[in-house]
């Protein structure tokens, strides 16, 4: 009973590296989504996904990509890290439902970067 | 576009008052506002939902209420206990198909003094 698992916990970048930050769920949700956290900004949406093939732009997606060939995983790219991509990351998943508990997110324990 | 205002950023109460945090959302089309709950080092976790055909939904020390017309809901906290003390985050949404996609407040850092 995993839930949402995320991958690695802590990581730091060199400037220009690039990276992919793993999500994995197995509760077979369709929805799932990537979001950034910084001090004082709550939690931004950069990119999600309804179902495998399927992705979408959130608020802030530039500097990402992300791609979802599995329902379970739904890795977040970081081609070339830059100092303003140092945050917290938290991927969510959610299922289609119409009860409003199936609605809920359920996030990973996330994933600390920093790029220097 | 999108977006969702909380307030207040910062909230410290004594042990057995009443906290009561407060959010707006911009988009009329929001039909669905949980609230989350984040401890130190974890992920945000689901405490509370309502949907915009109900005005208010408690559970047991903690409740929301909504205003759709005014584009208003908020959180109610009674009794706080020193285990309340967490961030919280409200959040509005759009209906992707039977799908939610959540926008989030900025949060707001309750601490609940013994």
């Known amino acids: 009973n995993a839930g949402v698992t995320q991958t690695p916990k802590f990581q730091v970048l060199k400037t220009g590296q690039s990276m992919t930050l793993q999500c994995a769920q197995d509760?077979?949700?369709?929805?799932m989504s990537w979001y950034r956290q910084d001090p004082g900004m709550g939690l931004r949406l950069i990119h999600y996904?309804?179902?495998?093939?399927?992705?979408d732009q959130g608020e802030v997606p530039n500097g990402y990509n992300v791609s979802r060939s599995t329902t379970e995983d739904f890795p977040l790219r970081l081609l070339s890290a830059a100092p303003s991509q140092t945050s917290v990351y938290f991927c969510?998943?959610?299922?289609?439902?119409?009860?409003?508990?199936?609605?809920?997110?359920?996030f990973g324990s996330g994933t600390r970067l920093t790029v220097v | 576009g999108e977006n969702v205002e909380q307030h207040p950023s910062t909230l410290s109460v004594q042990e057995g008052d009443s906290a009561v945090i407060k959010c707006t959302y911009s988009?009329?089309?929001?039909?669905?506002f949980p609230w989350y709950k984040q401890e130190l080092g974890k992920g945000p976790q689901l405490i509370i939902d309502?949907?915009?055909?109900?005005g208010e939904k408690k559970d047991q020390r903690i409740a929301v209420t909504l205003n759709k017309t005014a584009k208003h809901f908020s959180l109610h906290i009674t009794e706080t206990q020193p285990e309340d003390s967490a961030v919280y985050f409200c959040?509005?949404?759009?209906?992707?198909?039977?799908?939610?996609?959540?926008?989030f407040g900025a949060g707001t850092r309750l601490a609940v003094h013994p």
């Open positions: 969510a998943s959610s299922s289609h439902g119409q009860s409003t508990s199936l609605y809920g997110y359920t």
């Open positions: 509760m077979n949700h369709e929805y």
């Open positions: 996904s309804v179902g495998a093939g399927i992705t």
């Open positions: 988009d009329s089309a929001s039909n669905y």
């Open positions: 309502i949907r915009s055909n109900v």
């Open positions: 959040a509005a949404s759009i209906d992707l198909g039977g799908y939610n996609k959540l926008i």
